[in-house]
């Protein structure tokens, strides 16, 4: 039973170009203010996109989707691309990574958990990508940046399921947004890859957008209501090594205001994604 979830600006019916916006327009872009606030992001980060979890409009039923959703995975799907000998080990592995959506994936750590060998955690986590429950973000890095983590990440094609496996406020956030950014990437009309950065001295940034030509837009997503300029401490760690090759630096929050934080930086509320 593979589905996939629509984008926001589907769900919506608006424009849905943050990828092209934010290449053309650099750090100039603004968005249009929708009045959402972080309870509203929440909400549609637990509501996810799938169709058929959109249409039951209460939390019960949705809840009866989703369960039922990853029954017919285990029970189908899963068996339909790889023989599982033990089922009940790539069940609970959704559930462990859901705890830490958005998160470093570490192989090592989540076979210690199941009991079992690290390159099986890898050919499961493999599985889940295949039938698009799942998908790893690479870690990005260049020969100017040699102290980064080469680890990738781990987010949920959508942020529902991710919700309804009990995924933290903060983590839902960010997996709504990689989820949107990984969709608007296969259709925009730049070509670009999505990776996040991370290195050895705790410097981070969710999502690193590198273009055809090498530009780099690098996005910071925050839960909070407020923006401060420490927000974009990661952002200019990349700004500060990559130079010309930086073409602009965002925070998406859930606040409501788009503004210049100088030098190449701004921010914008997270509805900017479906908005621009």
């Keep these: 039973m593979e589905l996939w979830p629509l984008s926001q600006g589907e769900i919506d019916g608006t424009t849905d170009g943050f990828v092209d916006a934010a290449f053309a327009q650099g750090p100039e872009l603004r968005a249009e203010s929708r009045e959402l606030r972080r309870k509203d992001y929440l909400a549609r980060a637990r509501r996810g996109g799938y169709p058929e979890a959109l249409l039951r409009d209460s939390p019960r039923r949705r809840i009866k989707f989703f369960d039922g959703y990853l029954a017919d995975l285990m029970a189908r799907d899963v068996k339909q691309v790889a023989d599982i000998d033990r089922a009940s080990d790539m069940r609970k592995l959704v559930s462990l990574l859901a705890a830490q959506t958005a998160g470093l994936l570490s192989f090592n750590r989540l076979a210690g958990e199941l009991g079992v060998g690290a390159h099986t955690v890898k050919r499961y986590v493999e599985i889940l990508e295949t039938i698009y429950v799942v998908r790893t973000v690479r870690a990005w890095s260049a020969n100017a940046t040699t102290r980064a983590v080469a680890t990738p990440k781990v987010y949920f094609v959508d942020s529902g399921l991710a ?38 001295d705790q410097y981070e940034v969710d999502a690193v957008l590198e273009d055809h030509t090498g530009r780099v837009v690098g996005i ?27 073409h602009a630096g965002f925070v998406l929050y859930s606040g409501e205001q788009s503004g210049s934080f100088g030098d190449g930086m701004t921010c914008l509320p997270i509805s900017a994604l479906w908005t621009c």
């Design 220 to 246: 910071e997503v925050k839960a909070a209501e407020t923006v401060r300029s420490d927000d974009f401490r990661g952002l200019r760690l990349l700004q500060r090594r990559l130079g010309d090759r930086f």
């Design 163 to 200: 919700a309804h496996l009990g995924a933290d406020e903060g983590a839902l956030l960010e997996n709504f947004v990689l989820g949107e950014l990984a969709r608007q990437l296969t259709w925009s009309e730049t070509r670009a890859t999505l990776h996040h950065y991370r290195d050895r």
